[in-house]
């Protein structure tokens, strides 16, 4: 599927709905991500291994984190990690990309 998305309301997917959008995710540590916030969806984020700091929270294996619209998340990524993310509801153009200084 595309950057690890494989359930929601976008083609390529295992499974079509306009409800939910579920992603197994990896990045590799110290990875560039782009601080963003969705407009419109909630983001529940399990974090399956690894270590990331989102704004300066920490965020350790085994704990999940959610992401509510309109919050501004800066995730940097202290060791590889791999996610489980669900974000509802499945709107693939909700990501709004802020430009990193």
């Known amino acids: 599927m595309k950057d690890g998305w494989f359930v929601g309301n976008f083609t390529p997917t ?3 709905t306009p409800y939910f959008e579920v992603c197994y ?9 782009d601080k963003h916030y969705h407009e419109k969806s909630t983001e529940i984020n399990l974090l399956v291994s690894g270590s990331m700091m989102i704004n300066e929270t920490i965020i350790k294996e085994g704990q999940i984190f959610v992401i509510e619209p309109h919050f501004v998340a800066d995730p940097t990524f202290l060791t590889d990690c791999s996610l ?4 509802t509801p499945s709107n693939p153009n909700d990501k709004i990309v802020i430009k990193k200084d």
């Open 14 to 16: 295992s499974f079509s």
């Open 25 to 33: 995710k990896f990045h590799k540590k110290d990875e560039f991500w």
């Open 84 to 87: 489980v993310v669900i974000k």
